[in-house]
């Protein structure tokens, strides 16, 4: 009886010490995170396009969550959260490919959690960031380059950048911060979608043709869902149901409403009246400029980022936008792009470990007394920039020598939705 006690109590100290309240919540965040995308993110994107490409917008991230989910179980998030051994600075290993050895088993980054609660979590994210990217180039792609582009996208630039920030690779050792995806989703995001919009080429009729949003309601319903599906990206990010997630609650959702009232403001004084727009596209921008910082900062400076973000992505979307000409159709980089590299900057500002002790007792950011920090944030966005640009251009150049990236110019007049998919709005 003696000996059997002793192996249970050793087989038990082995065992993976699971917490109910923890897997409870990631699993709850990771249901609001798919929300984001579905709906959220179909109806944001869809009430911005014209009715005759509503569907067509619509069904990309529908389509994209289907494709995506069925890549990052293969082999995504393997390489992007996996141990690489020599290659570990740059990429994982398929040890996990197919969920080879989840049962029973933790991630480093949960332990508390069950591996296959976290793979679930961290798909979520890989569906929205590719997601995203459709904004950019919406009412003209063809649908199977899209598909293809997507695939791509995911293996060669989304599971890479995810590796080097949170899976053991180089910018995460560097101490490069980045709380639940300034740089991973946000920057990587709105930088493909800058490269996307200016390979693909302006819509037909883009600065003379009335191009108007069909259907607002739509979109703030999208705004909506994606806001409250923000709280299972950012406080889901902490991995556990404990004060940390609070604070990533607390500060995803100030920032939020700051922004959204100093883009309305910015808007309002500048042309006379407050736009539904203006107020929804500021919400989104607070969301995504506090990513990244939503874990390590106090709500105060959660106030300053959501004005930071209201003004700084209004700006890039309506001034910046229209003096370099580009036609990035519902500012994916003017609100993802530029807030990504926003939030990832003043996190370096920001960061303290009164919020999060990430640096064991020493100082995190300027206001801490680590001025560094800010280098460190800079050198992580150079790195993601630099890299997610050129890759975008390669994997664009690639499948439109497969498939061709751009409907025709009769299919883009008629309308994605009969050209591509011979439905339609009535």
Not at 100 to 125: C, D, I, R, W
Not at 202 to 225: C, D, F, I, Q, W
Not at 274 to 301: D, F, K, M, Q
Not at 403 to 421: N, Q, S, Y
């Amino acid at each position: 009886m003696l000996v059997m006690s002793t192996g249970t109590t050793a087989w038990a100290a082995d065992k993976p010490q699971i917490d109910t309240g923890d897997t409870a919540w990631l699993l709850v965040a990771t249901a609001l995170v798919l929300m984001m995308n579905i709906p959220g993110l179909s109806l944001f994107y869809a009430g911005m396009v014209r009715k005759k490409n509503v569907l067509a917008t619509a069904v990309q991230a529908f389509a994209v969550a289907a494709l995506v989910t069925v890549l990052w179980f293969m082999v995504g998030y393997s390489l992007a959260f996996t141990d690489g051994g020599a290659l570990n600075g740059v990429i994982g290993s398929l040890s996990r490919a197919f969920g080879a050895g989840l049962q029973g088993s933790v991630h480093e980054l949960a332990k508390t959690v069950p591996e296959n609660v976290f793979l679930m979590y961290q798909a979520t994210f890989a569906v929205i960031t590719p997601a995203i990217i459709a904004g950019a180039f919406a009412e003209r792609m063809k649908f199977s380059a899209m598909l293809w582009f997507m695939a791509l996208w995911l293996l060669f630039v989304y599971v890479p950048v995810a590796h080097w920030v949170w899976g053991g690779g180089f910018l995460g050792a560097a101490g490069v911060l980045d709380f639940a995806g300034g740089l991973v989703v946000h920057l990587n995001a709105g930088i493909a979608g800058l490269v996307c919009c200016i390979v693909i080429g302006k819509r037909h009729g883009y600065g003379t043709e009335y191009m108007a949003p069909h259907n607002l309601v739509l979109t703030l319903v999208g705004t909506s869902l994606l806001w409250v599906g923000w709280f299972g990206f950012n406080a889901g990010s902490a991995l556990s149901s404990g004060e940390l997630a609070g604070s990533a609650m607390l500060n995803t959702h100030i920032s939020a409403a700051v922004a959204a009232l100093v883009w309305m403001s910015i808007e309002w004084a500048s042309r006379g009246k407050p736009s539904v727009l203006g107020i929804l596209s500021g919400a989104v921008a607070g969301l995504g400029t506090i990513t990244p910082a939503a874990g390590y900062v106090e709500p105060w400076a959660a106030m300053l980022i959501g004005v930071a973000a209201g003004a700084i992505c209004y700006w890039a979307s309506v001034v910046l936008k229209t003096r370099l000409g580009y036609d990035d159709s519902l500012d994916v980089f003017g609100v993802h792009g530029v807030g990504g590299i926003v939030g990832s900057i003043l996190v370096g500002v920001f960061a303290t470990r009164a919020i999060n002790d990430v640096a064991k007792g020493q100082p995190v950011g300027l206001v801490d007394g680590n001025a560094g920090q800010i280098l460190t944030q800079l050198y992580g966005v150079a790195v993601v920039g630099a890299f997610c640009a050129v890759a975008t251009w390669v994997i664009l150049k690639i499948v439109d020598a497969m498939v061709g990236l751009r409907v025709t110019r009769d299919e883009e007049v008629e309308g994605l939705d009969t050209a591509l998919h011979g439905e339609r709005v009535q």
